[in-house]
């Protein structure tokens, strides 16, 4: 196994090949996903957009849970911009997280990570005084 830099800062290489063959490459991230910063009961919204020669699988994943709840999180990919997508709807404190990006491909890995902050939305008196319940 071979670690390679990434020109991308932040992403992890792994090669699982020592002689890559002509034309072919490991997976990389052109683009990797921004940090996230939102208020609770918005769309999050994290993009990737990867290289590698074939073309790498992209899955995402979540440090401290999962992200199987098909109705809160859904992974697309927008072929006009070659963007992979993970949305995350109606954010709240429980979606707060570090996301990994994984890019396979059969000569090798990227990973690489963003974070999600949800911020607590105070617009309306009634979630004011459920905040002052809360005490």
């Given at each position: 196994v071979i670690r390679r830099r990434s020109k991308t800062p932040g992403v992890m290489i792994t090669q699982y090949?020592?002689?890559?063959?002509?034309?072919?490459?490991?997976?990389?991230?052109?683009?990797?996903p921004m940090p996230v910063t939102i208020k609770e009961g918005k769309?999050?919204?994290f993009k990737a957009v990867v290289t590698g020669d074939p073309k790498p699988e992209v899955s995402w994943r979540r440090a401290k849970g999962t992200i199987s709840d098909k109705d809160k999180?859904?992974?697309?990919?927008?072929?006009?911009?070659?963007?992979y997508i993970?949305?995350?709807?109606?954010?709240?404190?429980?979606?707060?997280?570090t996301y990994k990006c994984y890019a396979v491909n059969e000569y090798g890995k990227a990973v690489c990570t963003a974070i999600l902050?949800?911020?607590?939305?105070?617009?309306n008196p009634s979630d004011f005084r459920k905040l002052l319940r809360k005490r």
């Amino acid at each position: 196994v071979i670690r390679r830099r990434s020109k991308t800062p932040g992403v992890m290489i792994t090669q699982y090949v020592v002689n890559m063959p002509e034309g072919k490459s490991t997976p990389d991230f052109q683009c990797k996903p921004m940090p996230v910063t939102i208020k609770e009961g918005k769309l999050a919204v994290f993009k990737a957009v990867v290289t590698g020669d074939p073309k790498p699988e992209v899955s995402w994943r979540r440090a401290k849970g999962t992200i199987s709840d098909k109705d809160k999180f859904q992974s697309k990919y927008d072929e006009t911009t070659g963007e992979y997508i993970l949305e995350i709807r109606k954010v709240s404190a429980a979606e707060t997280d570090t996301y990994k990006c994984y890019a396979v491909n059969e000569y090798g890995k990227a990973v690489c990570t963003a974070i999600l902050n949800v911020t607590e939305a105070l617009t309306n008196p009634s979630d004011f005084r459920k905040l002052l319940r809360k005490r």
